[in-house]
């Protein structure tokens, strides 16, 4: 029996299987697209496309659009592209919320592009507002790809201090489309005098709009009224994202003239691309073991591995390098040229297992991503959604591997009632477990979790100076290099051992981690 056989043994969760798929996009499956419910609420809401080609008739789309769509392989609108495009062709202001992967950049891409026509040399007409910098560079390139040829212009900022210096209203000029995050975005504005302005701003895109109506530490709901003041009353605003809140359903619905809500699928479920497994693993060390086991099994690439914490994520990288895995890090400690490289590299299939934390949860589109790990259990329903959306885009299939200790226990109930709610069989206890009054929910969501170092121990009953003899010494070398971890198991408890192997293990993880992936000590403090 080997290390995860003992622990499945141990462990008392289940591993459940998606029983069926339903294709998300229209070209994979034509009889299962037309069962995606889109809902339209509003007055005068206009006639879904079924074809592009609807847009060249009726709104008169230039054939150079029409041209670029079909360079980026987009022959058939997906659900929310159907409606959503329409909807924002007849300028009308719009809540949409569809699932993830399902092409919302481009519902709200085509619209602005064809409004804005040409360049007109007057600064920014339209600005797209993305929470990340990996976002905002995604959507800015996909934006370029449908202007080529239109001769549209598209920006994002870059360095913070090169910005202060080096942009002003006057550079703004030659570009028409603005896409950036609220915190750069507000620090330009603030600038005196402002060193970017909206005044011209036709169209505001929220993408991602619930993560921007947070409050928090971050404080996004105050830098977007900044933006919105800044934009002027006339503007016209379009709210996207792929999970729901009261509380954007609710603004907007206020402050949005003749808005129309488009909803696609239930509400705040996952993709049904994505097949779901949820893993019990006792303890921090439980999910060393599991993790490895996965590796041993063998990943196919590329995986993404979320944790709750930058902290975090730099010590499981520095256990798999040590593991020789092909595994990079992103978090916000890093440069942005670094966090740059990393995802280009990744992209490119440089990188095949990228840890990162809570940064690339939303909206970061790597093509055939086949397995998200959730190292840490989400914090909530809505971030386990939009990390598990990762991967499964388009269309695609995908998987998900969340693993849980006790520690996880208060927030499983709303995790197993997403998975239920998108087709996931999961065992009832989980279903019946006590369901947490509203705020204390949001409370559990805003705090993270206090958890172990994520570190490779010597067992606990190993005393230090002891003669310690590897139990595979008298096999031959090979064996006995290949099992040099050893799984003993008592009292319930699993614990993986380096025999032998701990003085060296902690020299070569010095010579293999690089001074910027240095472990920074557990702290109490969990950012990403
Ligand atoms: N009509 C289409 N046909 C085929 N592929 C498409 C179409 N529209 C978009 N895509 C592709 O689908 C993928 C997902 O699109 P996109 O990133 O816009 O999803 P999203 O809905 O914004 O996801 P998220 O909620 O995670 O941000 C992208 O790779 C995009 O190129």
Request: proline share 9%; glycine share 6%; aromatic share 6%.
């Given at each position: 029996m080997d290390s995860f056989d003992i622990f499945k043994?141990?462990?008392?969760g289940a591993k459940f299987k998606k029983p069926e798929k339903i294709a998300t996009h229209p070209e994979d499956d034509k009889s299962n697209a037309k069962q995606i419910k889109v809902k339209a609420v509003g007055d005068r809401i206009p006639e879904a496309l079924s074809t592009f080609d609807m847009m060249k008739k009726s709104y008169s789309l230039s054939p150079i659009l029409m041209e670029n769509l079909k360079n980026s392989g987009y022959t058939v609108p997906t659900p929310i592209q159907t409606q959503?495009?329409?909807?924002?062709?007849?300028?009308?202001?719009?809540?949409?919320?569809?699932?993830?992967?399902?092409?919302?950049?481009?519902?709200?891409?085509?619209?602005?592009?064809h409004h804005l026509n040409k360049p007109l040399n007057k600064g920014f007409r339209a600005l797209i507002v993305s929470p990340t910098r990996e976002l905002a560079k995604q959507t800015l390139r996909e934006c370029t790809r449908l202007c080529e040829g239109i001769g549209l212009r598209a920006h994002t900022f870059t360095k913070i201090n090169k910005d202060k210096e080096k942009f002003n209203p006057k550079l703004a000029q030659k570009f028409d489309i603005l896409i950036a995050t609220p915190n750069r975005l507000v620090f330009l504005l603030q600038q005196e005098p402002p060193a970017v302005e909206l005044n011209n701003i036709e169209w505001l895109i929220i993408d991602e709009s619930d993560k921007l109506f947070e409050t928090g530490v971050r404080g996004f709901r105050d830098q977007l009224a900044i933006i919105y003041k800044a934009c002027g009353p006339n503007a016209k605003r379009a709210m996207f994202s792929a999970t729901y809140t009261v509380e954007v359903a609710k603004w907007s619905k206020k402050n949005l003239d003749g808005l129309i809500a488009v909803t696609v699928g239930n509400r705040n479920t996952t993709t049904t691309t994505v097949e779901q497994d949820l893993v019990f693993v006792g303890n921090e060390e439980g999910k060393l073991i599991a993790m490895r086991d996965l590796v041993k099994k063998g990943l196919s690439p590329p995986v993404l591995i979320f944790l709750q914490s930058k902290e975090r994520a730099k010590e499981l990288f520095s256990e798999l390098i040590y593991d020789g895995i092909n595994v990079d890090v992103i978090h916000a400690d890093r440069t942005q040229q670094q966090r740059d490289n990393t995802v280009k590299a990744f992209r490119e299939g440089k990188i095949w297992v990228l840890i990162c934390t809570e940064l690339m949860g939303r909206g970061i589109d790597f093509k055939g991503v086949n397995l998200v790990i959730n190292y840490d259990f989400p914090s909530s329903a809505i971030s386990y959604i939009h990390r598990i959306g990762r991967t499964g885009r388009a269309g695609r299939s995908g998987k998900a591997v969340t693993f849980f200790t006790n520690d996880d226990k208060p927030m499983l109930r709303s995790i197993a009632t997403v998975m239920k709610d998108s087709g996931c069989p999961v065992p009832d206890y989980m279903l019946e477990m006590k369901r947490l009054h509203k705020n204390t929910r949001r409370k559990l969501e805003k705090q993270s979790i206090d958890r172990n170092e994520i570190r490779t121990k010597p067992h606990r009953y190993h005393k230090p100076n002891a003669d310690i003899k590897d139990p595979a010494s008298s096999k031959s070398k090979k064996e006995s290099n290949d099992k040099s971890k050893k799984v003993k198991v008592k009292k319930n408890l699993v614990s993986i051992i380096h025999v032998d192997q701990t003085s060296k293990v902690d020299k070569k993880r010095k010579l293999n981690v690089s001074k910027e992936h240095k472990v920074v000590k557990k702290t109490k403090k969990s950012s990403v």
């Open positions: 043994k141990l462990s008392v959503a495009i329409p909807v924002m062709l007849q300028k009308r202001q719009i809540f949409a919320c569809a699932p993830t992967g399902s092409g919302k950049t481009a519902a709200f891409l085509v619209p602005i592009i």
